[in-house]
């Protein structure tokens, strides 16, 4: 059984920081492309960030030089550290593994950035 389990998430003041972490089971995760979605109420799910199997990165242009993408294979673990998080950030992340045609998903996780 495939399952993507999400933690990290919560509520932080503009400006702060977030650490996701995404623990995956029941895939070869090395052979995965692993990446971040996010949900805002009323908006549609939108790419965060992605890393390919060889590393390879890939950022929305609304995060990028915040947020930083990470694998560890050894681990099956994806992590989405998110610094000077502003007001539009809050989304509920998921994560997603991709190979081929076959994608798996998160349940989510809530992250509100709010004073």
Do not use: H
């Not at 993507?4 to 070869?28: D, K, T």
């Not at 995760?29 to 390879?56: C, H, M, N």
């Not at 989405?80 to 190979?99: G, H, I």
């Amino acid at each position: 059984q495939v399952t993507l389990v999400e933690s990290g998430g919560g509520l932080v003041q503009p400006g702060g920081s977030l650490r996701l972490s995404c623990a995956a089971s029941g895939i070869i995760f090395s052979a995965y492309v692993v990446g971040w979605y996010r949900q805002a109420p009323g908006k549609q799910r939108e790419l965060v960030a992605a890393i390919t199997r060889d590393g390879s990165l890939n950022y929305a242009d609304s995060v990028k030089g915040r947020f930083t993408i990470s694998r560890d294979n050894a681990k099956n673990t994806v992590n989405l550290q998110m610094n000077n998080l502003k007001p539009e950030d809050t989304a509920v992340y998921y994560c997603k593994a991709a190979l081929g045609f076959r994608e798996q998903w998160g349940q989510g996780t809530q992250v509100t950035v709010s004073s």
